[in-house]
């Protein structure tokens, strides 16, 4: 089975500063997907980043990016000058090329700090 | 990407009653997924949602407790059958093409008394 796993319950960043959260994943499959999800207070999960395994190149929207590393099954997502707005929970999440079987991590807290 | 809608966004609810949860989407999706999210807690898949058919459910779910309708393409049900304290949790409704990413509704937060 797959798994996906965040280390870092909870980060804090000052305002306009980078902060990066870590992601690691276990999986058989050589292709699949990965994605970062957004959980502010209000409940909403929105979609922050996707990236495809067979996809070399690291994905980036605006002022977020990641690392993908495929050997080593890390999935870190980078947020650059934080604003009080990217204060949420976060969640790594995996899915199968093949499959709708989406499973996510225990998330991380991310707070920014004025 | 798709827009979704749930109803209620949140209720209070009696040991031993049940309820439903509706999630509609602006747009037709092939997939429509039901999450249980546990406060502070990661989502769990409860179910996929078939359209037309009975609903996949995932391991430590049944249909008996958490029965799930989906009539069309656009609109899903679920209902929190019988309910304890435990079920006290967030219920999120998700949809999306098949092989595409998920774009999630609001979420339903219910507290069992």
């Known amino acids: 089975a797959q798994t996906v796993t965040q280390s870092q319950p909870e980060m804090s960043v000052q305002e306009a500063e980078t902060v990066t959260l870590s992601c690691t994943y276990d999986t058989s499959e050589s292709d699949y997907y990965l994605f970062w999800y957004k959980q502010p207070p209000s409940r909403q999960m929105i979609l922050v980043i996707r990236?495809?395994?067979?996809?070399?190149q690291n994905a980036t929207e605006n002022r977020f990016s990641v690392n993908f590393q495929k050997a080593a099954k890390s999935f870190s997502l980078k947020i650059s000058d934080s604003q009080l707005g990217d204060a949420a929970m976060y969640f790594c999440a995996y899915r199968p090329y093949n499959n709708n079987d989406m499973r996510f991590g225990a998330g991380t807290r991310l707070t920014v700090k004025p | 990407s798709a827009v979704i809608s749930q109803k209620p966004s949140r209720d209070i609810c009696q040991r031993g009653t049940s309820l439903t949860i509706q999630c509609q989407v602006d747009s037709q999706v092939t997939m429509m997924f039901w999450y249980r999210q546990q406060p502070g807690q990661s989502l769990t898949l409860i179910a996929t949602a078939n359209q037309g058919s009975e609903a996949t459910y995932e391991s430590g779910f049944v249909i008996d407790k958490f029965p799930i309708s989906r009539p069309n393409l656009t609109f899903s049900t679920l209902t929190v059958s019988n309910m304890s304290p435990e079920d006290s949790s967030i219920y999120l409704c998700s949809a999306g093409l098949a092989y595409n990413e998920q774009f999630f509704g609001p979420g339903t937060r219910l507290t069992v008394l």
């Open positions: 990236q495809e395994a067979y996809k070399q």
